[in-house]
């Protein structure tokens, strides 16, 4: 097992070189749980929503990536423009345990009848556990491997902006604005590190944008992307094209540049819960190695309005 983490490591490296250097974990249905990425989200549907997604990276491989994220939302204050919230983004990764704990709060504008423009901010700790003793170390002697690193606390600060109305949203954010230390598998052996496999948080700026088409009475066509961009590394691309027939089944397909093709599938099992499906094949040459990537969500939304139940909001 020791010997499968330090391939994987290897493996990570030279991936993260050759592609996207990430730090922050990577979604597949990102248009149904941006809250994670940007603040500026909360309150702006109509009730309470609350969401759990898991992700399983590159199945197969052992100490692949693992996240799980919990969010929940809720407009607040008397003329209902604000929002709070609450999040959590935890992942396993080898030998690393993180994990992301923020309240995120937004101000809601409204620019026309339709249209509203709201600004966020997010803020928490970050939670770092690594244990050395699950590497297989070159040279055991290392000094840079002998003490486990055991909850490591970080602050976080994060900010955004979102833009929207019924059928449409552009986001602008970034997660966290503070340069911290966070696990990197790439560190791992850099002379500069002070602890091996720990280096400084990147910021990370993202960019969400969709849209709603009506494409008849009972077909919608949903087109949105994610454009994230991390300093010394290639833009991170995902585009996506998602139907939702009869107000009941979401199919789709997407695709991230230079890393994976994706298919979508959700439900709307019940006035407020939907389901959500997604599975990526890797473009890269780790497919070869793993068995792809899966992921499940799970969103429950408590509607104010009753007329929202029978046109829900497809982000």
């Not at 055991?140 to 055991?150: A, L, M, Y």
């Not at 994230?228 to 397909?253: H, I, M, R």
């Amino acid at each position: 097992m020791k010997k499968i983490y330090f391939l994987l490591f290897m493996a990570c490296t030279l991936f993260s070189l050759k592609s996207n250097a990430q730090q922050d974990p990577q979604f597949t249905q990102y248009m149904y749980n941006p809250q994670t990425v940007n603040p500026a989200y909360v309150g702006s549907t109509d009730g309470a929503t609350f969401a759990l997604l898991y992700r399983t990276q590159w199945v197969g491989l052992e100490g692949a990536p693992n996240t799980g994220t919990f969010s929940a939302s809720t407009p607040i204050g008397a003329l209902g423009n604000m929002g709070l919230g609450f999040s959590v983004v935890s992942e396993s990764i080898g030998p690393a345990d993180e994990t992301n704990i923020n309240v995120d709060y937004a101000y809601h504008i409204n620019t026309s009848d339709v249209n509203r423009l709201s600004f966020g901010i997010k803020a928490g700790i970050d939670l770092l556990d690594v244990n050395f003793d699950e590497l297989q170390i070159a040279n055991p002697g290392d000094p840079r491997f002998q003490n486990n690193i055991d909850n490591r606390v970080e602050p976080q600060i994060g900010l955004g902006v979102f833009y929207y109305s019924d059928n449409y949203y552009v986001g602008l954010s970034t997660p966290n604005v503070l340069t911290t230390n966070h696990f990197d598998e790439s560190s791992i052996g850099d002379e500069d590190t002070q602890v091996s496999g720990v280096a400084s948080e990147s910021v990370h700026y993202f960019l969400t944008a969709g849209y709603v088409f009506d494409v008849s009475s009972d077909l919608k066509f949903k087109p949105a992307t994610l454009v994230k961009a991390v300093t010394g590394s290639p833009l991170q691309w995902d585009v996506s094209a998602n139907f939702l027939y009869n107000e009941k089944l979401t199919l789709g397909v997407a695709y991230r540049w230079s890393a994976a093709i994706s298919a979508l599938a959700g439900f709307q099992a019940s006035e407020g819960i939907f389901i959500g499906f997604g599975y990526d094949y890797q473009t890269t040459e780790i497919e070869a190695f793993s068995d792809g990537s899966y992921e499940v969500l799970l969103r429950y939304d408590i509607f104010k309005k009753p007329e929202r139940v029978l046109t829900p909001r497809f982000f």
